[in-house]
């Protein structure tokens, strides 16, 4: 029998910051594959703040992993034995594979990728968190030509593709992101217009001389002081797009709401948060733009790749350090 090694769950760090020793591992003998399903050899791991969600066992979009399950990630392989005629050995697939080297599941869940330039590209501008950016900024922030877009997590692989789409769309583009070498990538390898250093700078003095006519769009992915000094800058008809709240993922209880949410009444702005669901039918259309985009250097995008199956846990740490700059992959 062959042998799959596999990092479990072995702890739940609700209301604290994430552990190693959140994380056991596991070897388990391969079982021998039912009718459909396919095995696959796991090549490269996605990502995601909300993965910590996943192991809370929290309401919402995440859901719950219990204690001892495989941890559960997106990731890209190989098929190395099918029972599913459509998927032979050898295809490039995506799937929800979980932490170990081997994932059997259906054939039907899985998507086959061809096995080009933008493979990887499938689990970041190419998959959820590109279409959180393009569906976020685009259906909800409704930006138009000429207005000042602001980004926060500028530096991460949905901000920094919500601030390239923004500039595609004929906007000028604000972003933060923490420390001087993130900041110097979203103006000069993501054109951006411009950024704030929320490690370093003065949030708000940054906002007031980059914004001087008020904020039309703000795309949010940390929440916190920063969404309450952007709340303060908001122009008239501001659309607030909220997609997530790293700052607050690692917090014992929840912090108080922003100060100053009552300017959304003084200004008749918006504050709309969104999933992806429901504009499934538009992926097809939306992958199009941004494959086009990418192809033509419109778009860029930074993947941030560790490696080695010993480093998975640290790995998804990096997250909520602030240690990854692009899209957090591993490759194995």
């Not at 138009?144 to 692989?157: I, K, L, R």
Request: aromatic content about 8%; charged content about 20%.
């Amino acid at each position: 029998m062959t042998t799959n090694r596999q990092w479990l769950v072995a702890a739940s760090p609700r209301g604290r910051a994430l552990e190693l020793t959140d994380f056991k591992y596991n070897e388990a003998e391969v079982e021998p594959l039912g009718k459909g399903e396919v095995r696959v050899k796991v090549e490269c791991l996605s990502f995601e703040p909300s993965q910590k969600g996943q192991i809370e066992v929290i309401a919402g979009y995440s859901s719950g992993t219990a204690i001892g399950d495989v941890m559960g990630a997106r990731g890209i392989g190989e098929v190395v034995e099918s029972n599913d005629p459509g998927l032979p050995v050898g295809k490039k697939v995506l799937g929800s594979f979980g932490w170990q080297e081997l994932a059997t599941l259906p054939g039907r869940s899985l998507q086959e990728l061809p096995n080009d330039q933008f493979l990887t590209a499938h689990l970041g501008p190419l998959g959820a968190q590109g279409l959180t950016a393009y569906f976020g900024l685009l259906r909800i922030g409704q930006p138009e030509p000429g207005d000042t877009v602001v980004v926060s997590g500028a530096a991460g692989a949905v901000g920094s593709v919500v601030g390239q789409i923004a500039r595609i769309n004929g906007c000028r583009v604000i972003g933060t992101a923490g420390g001087p070498d993130k900041c110097a990538a979203i103006v000069n390898e993501f054109g951006f217009d411009a950024a704030i250093d929320y490690k370093n700078d003065n949030v708000k003095a940054g906002l007031k001389e980059q914004c001087p006519n008020g904020v039309n769009v703000f795309f949010d992915n940390v929440g916190g002081p920063v969404l309450n000094d952007v709340l303060a800058r908001i122009a008239a008809h501001a659309r607030v797009v909220i997609c997530g709240g790293i700052s607050r993922y690692e917090q014992s209880s929840l912090p108080a709401g922003p100060a100053n949410y009552f300017n959304v009444v003084f200004r008749q702005a918006r504050i709309e948060g969104f999933l992806l669901s429901g504009y499934e039918r538009e992926y097809p259309v939306a992958l199009d733009r941004l494959k086009g985009w990418i192809a033509s250097g419109d778009l860029v995008y930074k993947e941030d790749i560790q490696e080695g199956f010993d480093n998975i846990p640290a790995t998804l740490k990096r997250l909520f350090t602030g240690a990854n700059f692009g899209k957090q992959l591993l490759k194995m």
